[in-house]
C-alpha cells in the first residue's frame, strides 16, 4: 500500500463512514446556502416543492434538479452567485470549447479547497515540495494555468510559470531549471518532445520524471506515447470550470482510474437520456455537486462527459472512489452516415497500429451529396521512409483498427511527420465542412 505520505492527503484515506456523514453534512449546507441565495435555483426548488429539509440522506440529492451549462449561459454572468460581489476574489470564464464562455466565481474560502484538492492530487502523483514544475496550461481566464499554477505553490514545490506558447523555450526552461513536472494538456506535452527532439534534444534525458496531462480526453496509446517518449510518468487529471477547475479527480501511481475529491465534489452518473441515476460501475454522464464552494455552488451538474464511478478500493489505500477515464464529451460527438462517433474512440483505435504518432485530425466533407470522412494521420518518422508497399499496409491497418471500433470503413491519408498543427490548450482534433441543410 502506497500511504500518501503528505499528511495533507488524510482526507484520502478517510474511513467511509465518516466520509458520508461529511458529504451529508456539506451537502445539507451548500444546498441551503444556494436555495437562500439563488434565486434561479430556489425558483426550481419551489416548481417541483422540495425543501431543503427534504434532504435528510445522501440519496435525497436525486430529489434535486439537474443543472446544465445553458443555466451559466441564461444568467450569465453573475445569475448563479451566491455572495455578494464583495466576498468574490476571482473569476475564471471556461475556455468556450462549446460557445459563447460561461463565467465562474470564487470566494477566498473556494479558492482554498481548489488549492487543498491540487495538493492533494498532486502529492499522490509523488511530487512534492523537492519538485520543480513548470505550468505549460494557458495562464488567464482559462482555470487550468492558474489553478495548476496555485496549487504547486501550495505543495510547496517550485513553479515555474511557463504558460503556453514558445514551445522551444520551454523545451530549454525544462533542460536549464532541471523541471521534475510538468501541467499541461497532453496533445501539448507530445509537441513539446517532438520539438525538444528538432532542437536535438532527448526529453528522456531531462530530469522531468511526472507529467500531469489533462483538459483533454486522452487514450491509453497517447500515454504510452508520452511516456515513453519522455520517460516519465503521466497522469490523467480531470475538471471543469464550473465545478472548479483542474482538481477535480486525478490518478494516483496505481493508474487504474482517477480519485475524485469526493469530499469537495459529489458524483452521480446518470443516463444521459433519461436522467435516471445509475448504479457505481455502470457507464453514464457524469454529474457533479460541488460541496464547499460557495461563490458559485453547483448543484447536479451535468457534465456532459462520460465516464462510470470505480467504487471497488484501490491498492493505494484510498477511500474516495474513482471514476473511470472519461470514454468521450458528449459534445464532441459527431454522427456520420447515421453512427454516432467520438474522436477518442478513433484516437484509441489508431494508436494500436505501430509506425503512426496521435497527431490525427478528423475532416468531414460533403462529396455528392454524401457524408465523407477522412482520417489524416502523422507517420512517425521512422515509419514515413518505408516503402510505398509498405504505407499501403500501414494504411490498411488503420483502417481495419478503426473499423473495428466504430464499425465504419474510413478514408485513411497518411501525411508527413509535423504537417497536422499542433495546438497549445486543447486540440481540434475534427473540422467539420460538411453542408448544412
Ligand atoms: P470547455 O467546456 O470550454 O472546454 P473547461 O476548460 O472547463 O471548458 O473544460 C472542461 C472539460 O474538459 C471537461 O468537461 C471535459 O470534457 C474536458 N476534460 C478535462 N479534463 C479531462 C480529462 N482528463 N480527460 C478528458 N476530458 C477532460
Ligand atoms: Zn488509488
Known amino acids: 500500500m502506497n500511504k500518501c505520505t503528505d499528511n495533507r492527503c488524510a482526507a484520502d484515506f478517510m474511513d467511509v463512514a465518516s466520509l ?5 453534512e456539506r451537502l445539507q449546507k451548500i444546498v441551503a446556502h444556494t436555495y437562500n441565495n439563488v434565486e434561479f435555483f430556489r425558483k426550481r426548488m419551489d416548481e417541483r416543492n422540495i425543501k431543503v429539509s427534504d434532504i435528510k440522506t445522501l440519496d435525497d440529492i436525486q430529489k434535486l434538479p439537474f443543472s446544465k451549462k445553458i443555466d451559466l449561459r ?4 453573475f445569475g448563479l452567485c451566491a455572495v455578494p460581489m464583495s466576498e468574490i476574489v476571482r473569476l475564471h470564464a471556461s475556455s468556450g470549447t462549446t460557445g459563447k464562455p460561461i463565467v465562474v466565481a470564487y470566494t477566498k474560502e473556494d479558492l482554498e479547497v481548489w488549492n487543498q484538492v491540487m495538493v492533494r492530487g498532486l502529492a499522490g502523483a509523488g511530487l512534492s515540495e523537492k519538485d520543480i514544475i513548470q505550468i505549460a496550461y494557458g495562464y488567464g481566464l482559462f482555470t487550468g494555468g492558474l489553478g495548476a499554477h496555485y496549487g504547486s505553490e501550495a505543495l510547496g514545490a517550485t513553479v515555474v510559470p ?3 506558447g514558445n514551445t522551444q523555450r520551454q523545451v530549454m526552461l525544462m533542460r536549464d531549471f532541471g523541471v521534475t513536472g510538468i501541467c499541461c494538456t497532453p496533445s501539448y506535452f507530445l509537441h513539446l518532445i517532438e520539438q525538444a527532439a528538432l532542437a536535438g534534444i532527448d526529453m528522456r534525458d531531462l530530469p ?7 483538459a483533454e480526453p486522452w487514450s491509453q496509446g497517447m500515454r504510452e506515447q508520452l511516456e515513453k517518449g519522455a520517460g516519465i510518468e503521466a497522469f490523467d487529471i480531470y475538471g471543469l470550470s464550473e465545478i472548479i477547475g483542474p482538481g477535480v479527480a486525478i490518478e494516483c501511481t496505481e493508474h487504474s482510474g482517477m480519485h475524485i475529491f469526493e469530499d469537495h465534489f459529489y458524483p452521480e452518473i446518470i443516463d444521459p437520456d433519461t436522467g435516471e441515476v445509475l448504479p457505481d460501475g455502470e457507464l453514464g454522464e457524469l454529474v457533479l455537486t460541488t460541496l464547499s464552494k460557495f461563490a458559485m455552488p453547483m448543484i447536479r451538474y451535468r457534465t456532459r462527459d462520460l465516464t462510470r464511478i470505480i467504487a471497488e478500493p484501490c491498492k493505494c489505500g484510498r477511500t474516495i472512489r474513482r471514476i473511470d477515464r472519461i470514454s468521450a464529451r458528449s459534445d464532441d460527438m459527431f454522427i456520420i452516415r447515421g453512427v454516432n462517433v467520438f474522436p ?13 504518432t496521435a497527431n490525427y485530425l478528423i475532416i ?11 482520417l489524416q494521420v502523422e507517420m512517425s518518422p521512422e515509419a514515413f521512409s518505408d516503402q510505398v508497399k509498405v504505407l499501403e499496409g500501414l494504411q490498411r491497418n488503420i483502417a481495419k483498427a478503426v473499423e473495428s471500433v466504430i464499425g465504419l470503413r474510413i478514408r485513411i491519408k497518411l501525411v508527413a ?3 497536422i498543427a499542433r495546438s497549445e490548450g486543447k486540440a481540434k482534433r475534427v473540422i467539420d465542412q460538411r453542408l448544412k441543410n
Not at 458520508?20 to 451529508?24: D, T
Not at 468531414?364 to 470522412?373: A, R, Y
Open 20 to 24: 458520508r456523514a461529511l458529504q451529508l
Open 74 to 77: 441564461d444568467t450569465y454572468p
Open 162 to 164: 511557463a504558460s503556453v
Open 208 to 214: 522531468v520524471r511526472v507529467g500531469i496531462f489533462g
Open 344 to 356: 477518442s474512440q478513433i484516437e484509441s483505435a489508431l494508436l494500436t497500429v505501430p509506425g503512426v
Open 364 to 374: 468531414l466533407t460533403t462529396e455528392k451529396g454524401m457524408d465523407n470522412i477522412e
Open 417 to 419: 511527420p509535423q504537417t
